[in-house]
């Protein structure tokens, strides 16, 4: 079975620039996490997709991020315009359901210079 | 809302001896509770987890967590470490019964072994 894929694997862009991270779920995984993970820190919940609906993004940065899974399959998630503090990886997760385990790709590493 | 505290940044073990890793949650009522481990340029791993049940959880690679209710505390623990264990270690807690139930980590504890 194919885990998460997520591409690109790292990015690095000018403060002000805009980026985009893909994401493609376990197959038949209708729920899918986004999370950043700041160096030394423990990843922190971005946004959560059931299908194609918004869950959860109440610790989203609604002002420079932005998520979407239109076909209730892949998912990206844009910076516009990004931070210094942006830089992290992004690590995008999905489980069958709500409720059940979660499995993570290997992430997107964003430096912001 | 609710946290995850490991008390301990780095601990540094012998290879082959035992090792416990701290973990304390606050939350309103018992969570679901997970242990993840990180190796370096690799992704989040499941060790185990606790949803209901049994408070003895085993999981892969020879690890065991214990949930005690009473101290909020869901420490890992492993009779004997090898090198490769050496890795940075999670503890989260997601919201019982699905809805929101994103991650929320603790800052981790590095795992150094020495020889």
């Known amino acids: 079975e194919a885990g998460v894929a997520q591409s690109p694997r790292y990015k690095i862009i000018e403060k002000r620039q805009s980026v985009a991270f893909w994401c493609n779920p376990i197959s038949g995984h209708a729920t899918l996490y986004w999370y950043q993970q700041i160096l030394g820190q423990g990843p922190k919940l971005l946004i959560q997709f059931q299908n194609n609906g918004v869950v959860d993004d109440s610790q989203l940065p609604k002002d420079r991020f932005s998520a979407e899974r239109l076909k209730g399959v892949d998912s990206t998630l844009k910076i516009q315009p990004a931070k210094l503090e942006d830089s992290a990886v992004y690590l995008c997760?999905?489980?069958?359901?709500?409720?059940?385990?979660?499995?993570f790709g290997p992430g997107t590493r964003l430096t912001v210079t | 809302a609710q946290s995850v505290t490991q008390p301990d940044i780095h601990i540094t073990v012998s290879e082959g001896a035992s090792l416990e890793l701290r973990c304390n949650y606050s939350y309103g009522a018992t969570p679901y509770l997970f242990w993840y481990v990180q190796s370096p340029g690799q992704g989040l791993q499941l060790l185990l987890k606790?949803?209901?049940?049994?408070?003895l959880v085993q999981g892969i690679k020879g690890f065991e967590a214990e949930f005690k209710r009473s101290q909020s505390s869901f420490n890992l623990r492993k009779p004997s470490v090898h090198w490769s264990d050496a890795a940075e270690y999670f503890c989260?807690?997601?919201?019982?019964?699905?809805?929101?139930?994103?991650?929320?980590f603790g800052k981790g504890t590095h795992l150094i072994i020495q020889p």
């Open positions: 606790y949803f209901s049940g049994d408070t």
């Open positions: 997760a999905s489980s069958q359901t709500q409720g059940t385990e979660q499995y």
């Open positions: 989260a807690v997601a919201k019982p019964g699905g809805g929101a139930d994103g991650l929320t």
